[in-house]
């Protein structure tokens, strides 16, 4: 895994991701990162309170989120880079979803307890902290009350796909996300192509309608990605004619297999995000 001077998809409290984003700033400071984007989970409210609290670091913050959206019945996420955080459609877009995941948790909350659970709502309320909540933070819950001994069994048996806690909700459609990045000036980056569970047709045929609709480049380097998927996805950004992106999906120091820019580098010979965005 090699470290990089950029990185482009990390999470802070604003979502789920555990390090505030003062600090995570510092430690990507510190692991020699140059060029950050925080892309937390459907809210910006990380780079807004650092941008309030006059934070100065020794590298450049660009503007990042990560959306959730679906194409046909598949939850896909979309990392916007350098959009415009004051832009209406995209602050009234994040408000919806703020709305959206408050009434996913609690329909998770009770579905959940009808499993023979207790009533997490409040415990996962307390575990997002003001940050956008997502399962994640039922994961937390669980281990706190010792109900799961890792967050990984937590979505292995009750928040995983096809699970209890998995509340299916109408995330916005793809088409739509795409607008709003573009509307906002920004850059949009199918996040980790091959963690979806889908096979290497369907990812073939969800980067041919991301492109139609105007999608703008996939994720090639991160954590999870192996040597031939790398080259499949490699394909796809030549094909059609996409930028290629990289960053640690970092969500937390205790995971060994994350770290602020450290991730599998983007093939050489591929038009690259940094390019654009630097
Ligand atoms: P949500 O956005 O609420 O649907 O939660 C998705 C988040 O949960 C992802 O961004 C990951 O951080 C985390 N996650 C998803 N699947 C797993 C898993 N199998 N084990 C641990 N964490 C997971
Ligand atoms: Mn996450
Ligand atoms: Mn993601
Ligand atoms: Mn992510």
């Known amino acids: 895994m090699l470290a990089h001077s950029y990185d482009f998809h990390t999470h802070s409290t604003a979502s789920d991701g555990t390090l505030a984003p003062e600090v995570l700033i510092e430690k990507a400071c510190a692991a020699g990162v ?4 925080l892309t937390d989970h459907d809210t910006m409210k990380g780079y807004q309170a650092l941008v309030k609290s006059g934070y100065s670091a020794d590298l450049k913050l660009i503007t990042g989120v990560e ?10 996420h979309i990392v916007g880079l350098n959009i415009d955080a004051d832009n209406e459609r995209l602050t009234s877009h994040l408000q919806m979803l703020d709305q959206l995941r408050m009434d996913r948790a609690k329909a998770i909350a009770l579905r959940l307890q009808k499993a023979g659970l207790p009533d997490l709502l409040e415990a996962a309320i307390d575990c997002a902290a003001g940050g956008q909540i997502g399962r994640p933070h039922f994961a937390r819950a669980l281990l706190d009350l010792k109900l799961v001994s ?48 889908l096979t290497m047709n369907k990812i073939r045929y969800l980067v041919a309608h991301y492109s139609e609709l105007g999608g703008d480049a996939l994720e090639v380097g ?9 080259k499949a996805l490699s394909v796809l950004v030549e094909k059609h004619q996409l930028l290629a992106s990289g960053g640690s ?30």
Do not use: M, R
């Open 34 to 37: 140059k060029l950050l984007a």
């Open 150 to 197: 890792d967050q990984q069994q937590a979505f292995k048996k009750y928040l995983g796909a096809g699970k209890k806690g998995d509340v299916k909700v109408e995330w916005p459609e793809l088409a739509s996300i795409i607008d709003i990045i573009k509307d906002a000036g920004g850059l949009s980056i199918l996040a980790h192509p091959t963690k979806y569970n």
């Open 67 to 76: 959306l959730t959206c679906k194409l046909e019945k598949q939850v896909v």
């Open 222 to 230: 991160y954590p999870a990605v192996t040597p031939d998927h790398q």
């Open 249 to 278: 999906d970092f969500h937390n120091p205790a995971y060994h297999w994350t770290s602020l820019g450290c991730f599998p580098g983007v093939p050489g010979h591929l038009p690259h995000v940094l390019d654009v965005v630097n």
